[in-house]
């Protein structure tokens, strides 16, 4: 079981920044695979980053690669994401979410069983 609990969204103007933190709480928190996803009014939730502890492996949608950064601080057992020149695009319900073993496409919502509250980004 890994509960999750986002925070850091907001309204921010066009070419601004944000940072999302996400707090889990997991019995073996090392094994945890971390991602955020979005998803805006109408359209299916995508993904958006992922890092997999341990080999540092860390994954980006095209549409942010160049302005996100998604890291992890161990001892806090928090996944961030920086979010710099931020676009009205980028405006969505952004979750934290994690698996806990191996699966399927990391950009790929069904392949993770745990999930944050979310938290709201806009971009105007």
């Known amino acids: 079981q890994v509960q999750l609990v986002e925070s850091g969204g907001g309204l921010v103007q066009p070419g601004g920044s944000l940072r999302l933190n996400c707090a889990f709480d997991a019995y073996t928190p090392t094994s945890v695979r971390m991602a955020w996803f979005r998803q805006a009014p109408g359209k299916e939730r995508e993904g958006v980053a992922a890092?997999?502890?341990?080999?540092?492996?860390?994954y980006y949608a095209d549409s942010v690669k160049g302005r996100f950064t998604i890291s992890q601080d161990h001892p806090k057992n928090t996944v961030y994401l920086q979010m710099n020149n931020l676009k009205p695009e980028d405006t969505a319900m952004y979750y934290c979410?994690?698996?806990?073993?191996?699966?399927?496409?990391?950009?790929?919502?069904?392949?993770?069983?745990?999930w944050g509250q979310g938290t709201q980004v806009t971009v105007s």
């Open positions: 979410a994690a698996r806990t073993a191996p699966g399927g496409r990391w950009s790929r919502p069904d392949q993770y069983p745990y």
């Open positions: 890092i997999w502890p341990g080999d540092t492996r860390k």
